[in-house]
């Protein structure tokens, strides 16, 4: 399903744009950047808590198809700005992880 | 300062700076709360801000202590360190500042919420700092006969 | 799910309607409100198991293959806090609980964070 589509269906707030017509192949939920450096995939939309500088970086490392920031906890200016300078889409919801997971996983799955 | 009751318990608890045993005061203390009738309200909020205190110490601090005073009308903790004591206060106030080190957060703390979950779950909320001393908190949790036993009395109820 | 059992498996009748999912201890500190949610996490320091007491929760469901300390097991045991694990990753089990109607916590609301990170 397009990122585009995905953002739409679950309503989620762009934050900063990146290429949303890129396919979301599945989801990974972590906090933990270990983890997500030895498990995402490529083209996953990683939901998690974290906001600070790195999961910009990881995120690009990882080639995901975007970061939503859950529980209505946006990334500060900086990191913000990061993410448009590398072109890592990040979006945000007012939902919890297991909220948005849940839903994502019913949009997903065949 | 309306005066306060008597303390009906108390206890001084050393606190490890290791994460081994993070937290196995703020489990004492919820025991202790709940044997000695606490509300259940006041044992959780009283929990959490143990738990959260104790971690700072555990993780950031030399090590240090915290003392659990139970009156009539309040719980109090309160959480001294040795250092190395924080510049800023009111920047580790503010939700999602943190000063963890990658190790921390990759065991899943350090998300920066812990003195600001300190203050919303306490009914007063004391915090003092001095660079290469240490730190002091005093949290104070009001308990449901606060209006009408010790400090404020009013009439009727 | 198909999870394992890690311990208190006498309590596994216990009904649980509510999920939260997050590995940062301080997120669950902040945000559950209320008694008997199933955590859902892959950080396995024994914190967890103490953070849960703290907040009241049913059961811990480990994902990703991860498997707390013999240690951490036993304190569990100790305190009546059923362990579950799981090697789906977190967001099909969030996906697959989710879609059997399990709800997520209440939680308290926040302030809106954007303070300087980092």
Known sequence: ?110 | MAPTTKALYKQVFPVKSDLESAGKVSTEVRRILRSLGVEPEVVRRAGIVCFEGEMNIALYTKGGRIILIVRDDRVELLFSDRGPGIADIDLVKQPGYSTAPDWARELGFGAGMGIPNMEANSDRFVMYSRVGVGTVIRATIFRRCHETCGGNRAPGT | MGAEVLCGEESLDLEVTRAFAADLMSDVLAMVQEEGVLLITGTVVPQVVRVAEVMSMGAILFVRGKRPSAATVNYAAEVGIPLLATDKIMFEACGILYSRGLLPAKRKALPRENGPHD
């Open chain 1, 1 to 110: 399903m397009k990122l585009a589509e995905v953002i739409e269906r679950l309503g989620l707030e762009v934050l900063v744009p990146g290429d949303l017509e890129r396919r979301v192949r599945w989801g990974f939920c972590s906090d933990l950047l270990s983890d997500v450096l030895a498990h995402a995939q490529e083209g996953d939309l990683w939901i998690t808590h974290q906001r600070h500088l790195n999961v910009v970086a990881v995120a690009k490392l990882k080639g995901v198809a975007g970061v939503v920031c859950v529980r209505g906890l946006h990334p500060s200016q900086e990191v913000l700005a990061k993410a448009r300078k590398e072109g890592v889409t990040v979006l945000a919801s007012a939902e919890d992880a297991f909220e948005v997971a849940g839903k994502l996983y019913g949009l997903l799955s065949p």
